[in-house]
């Protein structure tokens, strides 16, 4: 019965995110996992969501009457934060946190003596080294004091100590622990802009670009000033990061799903771009804006130029926002691939700051650097309106600005050493190093789960996820039934207890109906590779002679 | 005319912040500016408003067609984002950039050689240096492979060096570039939770404190949690820092002032509370929080325990969230106050989590170090139930976590260095010394503001700012008016134009009708204090002089 509500929304039907919150206000309301993700992680949010609809109705039309004992329930606080759903960070890994405490607290318990993160792109937490440079700028900058004394010769390249010193003189008053202008240091977005310009071969304006704490903070952004209500659509790709289902769930937008087909490789064909815009209009809906990932998150596709010209003429002809997310813009292992960004392609065409609204996201958390901690990241903005921007630059300074740390990490991302500077040739050892090894690890994980009975995955070309395909077993269908829980959930939390191994069922980030996924990054060291296979495909193996039909 | 619209708000009517928003909707839309702030330093959001107003009706109803050649305008975005106001950096501040760049490019061109930036509590902006133990651990932190190496060891503290290694200790890994718990590295929550009950004597749990960018991405998540509609109110002070009612507009609430009485020293009165509240439940609102700044912002006072009491039994007995934004509790110049947390006061009542949900919001940004570009922070929370907890978990995991560099310092904060370590002496001297000048600041100022003809300024007990109330004469609140401008706007401009001094209106922040004051802040550096006061004495006497009735 479960099954039939999950899997049951056909592909081509309108997701609206709020639809249960809506259901919630209206007396008959429809089957609570009828929106996008089917929810099946969120058994407990169901539960809360179930508890809303039970409860007094008169909340919807006039204020419930203060509780004096306990102001806040989950019956009485915003809906649309009920609605919000974060696989990446949800049951899975809550989980795993308890697995961990219990391996601290009895040691051999378990049958594995360590708990593998797969499911979220840390890779430093999964032992990936710092960049030498980065981290030696950042600690000058940070204890400025120490840059002219002699042991500091000692302890940092010339270079890092050149770079910081041009850091801080761009830097009113060499201040780094002051606020800085609302968009981030200009001196910095004159750098971030350098390197924009370098690498696409067209001109950028620092002025286009908002530093920001990573990049969700600028995704927010753009969607609370393109979401008014439910009758504000975003086109976004199924299989999606579910920072885009969660930002446009807590603004109370509708996310109109778009889907990527497996069969050529997650290809994104404008034609169901088209199809899903026009069922979306046809349903009222407003559609403000399309979002791209690529390189794609969790599907590891990497665009083709071609492909990508066609995007940009859509969202031309539609009057749709392009929202570029291209954070993953370093990471491509697939040789015969390259990463264009959505900008070089617009300009290219021909089409200026007067032909679209293009936002493109970047972040100091992801490439090969990886510095997710350090919580840097920016937004280009170009096509917006003068009036448009300053609303923009007024909820960028309501924040005051983004960490500054993060801001010039973000302009060293963007201007790495060169060739001649001392640090230059440890710098692209310990890069090239990275990104090879990923590169090796896509391609054996790849390797072990197309030979898995059942599973299929396609290439990772770019970012640091394979989204395998599994089909499971009726009789593994039926379990997770009686255990009330999605198949693919069912199948991550088992792999889980069986080896520690973290990864996050596909239904967190969406997936054509009836098929089953899940993510795994692909950033665990290289040394652990092997054991992490062997455990993988031994419990694959066990899964499938107890459940095989 | 315009005098009457923006003077002519009762004191003890009750604002909605979305008014101008739903009046845009209605056939007959009542006077722009009849919504808190009066926003007279907006003429720029005034006239998008009224834009608004004039445009298409049909957008309100039914989804506007798709604009092809410029798919966002001023007309067809979230008209919450249109709503926000933030004077801190408004109008007056865009003018002081303008005219920061004229000095730059034509040298003597004004009859000012610098910009004094005192509209922001922005210390190192201003001179102030940053507290040396914090800045050596932040560094050894940030490039931990320097940390065994024998230059270190002339080059830090040796209790930075021991520092650091705790805090690494404390990271999964080691690693300061990944993403940690998304409340925070729970080693450095230990630490705070411990710094917490040193201050107050009662217990404090690692798990209720939140790290946060700063303390506003920390209120946002509360008015995000608490706020479902317009027909959500949230108490805040009137004058109040405008981060919260700018949080209020973009989440949709609406902002239920009470009054702070100028009179005895910004005194807050529970039976203000009780009648504002009152008023609000009349309309139909349900009451979710109370806000108090303490010590205050922008009033400088610093609450007595007994006041708190009160503040506590009210909240108790009304069923409202208690926010306490505590951020300046270091900022005490008043010999014969101190600051108490809400936390312990609630505890020394007796009062436990079954009784009061209470936030406290604590930032780097104040204090005696200012840290305000590392963007730390925390919120407490206590007294919410499990389920709602793990709504706010979700919000923040949406977001991943707060930068590692702010969370650290966010720890050292709370664990300054003890007597006995090797930085205590260094560190207590900093500490005072930057202490004591501000005390001394506010008191110069204070004396000045008050010497000045139609000026009345209450004392800085605590905080970082003095909000003088200046009486203009009918000639100036006449020119004002034709210039199209609030009185204490055109003031600021004027003393921008002639001084460089950079102060934010007292409309930013709300004052009661027919009153006007600017926001000072008490940061720029001793020396430069009584060329300050001499530029302002002068200005304003020849502001005086042109204006006199």
């Not at 899997?7 to 609570?32: E, V």
């Not at 908002?210 to 990049?215: H, I, N, P, Q, S």
């Amino acid at each position: 019965m479960r099954r039939s509500v999950i899997g049951g929304a056909k592909r081509s039907s309108h997701f609206l995110l709020n639809q249960a919150h809506r259901s919630l206000l209206s007396p008959s309301p429809p089957p609570l996992h009828h929106h996008l993700g089917s929810s099946p992680s969120s058994s407990a949010t169901a539960l809360l969501l179930l508890l809303r609809r039970l409860s007094s109705s008169s909340s919807a039309s006039s204020p419930p009457p203060p509780n004096m004992s306990n102001p806040v329930t989950v019956q009485s606080i915003n809906p649309k934060v009920l609605q919000c759903e974060y696989a990446v960070r949800g049951e899975i890994v809550n989980l795993a946190q308890r697995l961990q405490e219990e391996l601290k607290a009895n040691p051999g318990s378990l049958p594995f003596d360590e708990i593998l993160y797969c499911n979220i792109g840390n890779p430093q937490s999964l032992g990936q080294l710092p960049i030498t440079f980065f981290r030696e700028v950042l600690a000058l900058c940070d204890h400025p004091t120490i840059l002219d004394k002699a042991e500091t010769q000692g302890l940092f390249s010339a270079d890092s100590i050149e770079r910081a010193w041009q850091i801080l003189d761009q830097i009113p008053g060499r201040a780094t622990g002051a606020y800085s202008h609302s968009q981030g240091i200009k001196g910095l977005r004159d750098t971030i802009a350098a390197g924009i310009e370098a690498r696409d071969g067209f001109p950028a304006n620092p002025n286009d670009i908002f530093l920001t704490d990573g990049a969700s903070p600028a995704v927010h952004m753009m969607m609370q000033l393109l979401i008014s209500s439910e009758k504000d659509g975003i086109l976004c790709p199924i299989p999606q990061y579910p920072l885009y289902s969660a930002s446009i769930a807590l603004h109370g937008g509708s996310l109109i799903p778009y889907y990527l087909d497996e069969e050529t490789g997650w290809g994104l064909e404008v034609s169901e771009l088209k199809k899903q815009l026009e069922e979306a209009r046809s349903k009222g809906i407003s559609v403000r804006a399309l979002v791209v990932i690529n390189p794609g998150n969790p599907t590891g596709q990497v665009l083709a130029e071609e492909n990508q010209r066609d995007i940009v003429e859509f969202c031309k002809k539609e009057g749709l926002v392009l929202l570029a997310d291209e954070v993953y813009q370093e990471n491509i292992y697939a040789p015969e691939k390259k990463f264009h960004s959505f900008k070089k392609v617009a300009r290219s065409m021909g089409y200026g700051d007067n032909d679209l609204c293009l936002v493109s996201f970047q972040s100091v958390s992801k490439g090969y650097h990886g510095e997710c901690g350090k919580r840097g990241g920016y937004m280009e903005i170009t096509g917006f309106s003068p009036e448009v921007r300053e609303q923009i630059y007024k909820v960028a300074s309501v924040n005051l600005c983004s960490n500054i740390s993060g801001q010039i990490l973000a302009s060293l991302v963007m201007s790495p050493p060169k060739v001649g500077d001392e640090s230059y040739e440890s710098y692209s050892a310990e890069k090239d190093g990275i990104l090879e090894s990923l590169a090796r690890r896509a391609k054996t994980l790849e390797d072990a789960f197309n030979s898995l009975e059942g599973i299929t995955c396609n290439k990772a070309e770019g970012a640091m996820y394979l989204f395998p395909r599994i089909r499971l077993p009726e009789k593994a269908i039926k379990a997770a039934e009686a255990a009330k829980t999605a198949p693919d959930l069912f199948y991550c939390r088992h792999l889980l207890n069986a080896t520690g191994v973290v990864v996050v069922p596909g239904s967190g980030f969406g997936q054509a109906p009836g098929t089953w996924h899940f993510r795994c990054t692909i950033l665990p060291q290289e040394d652990k590779i092997p054991a992490i296979v062997s455990r993988l495909t031994d419990f694959h193996k066990s899964f499938m002679d107890e459940y095989r039909d």
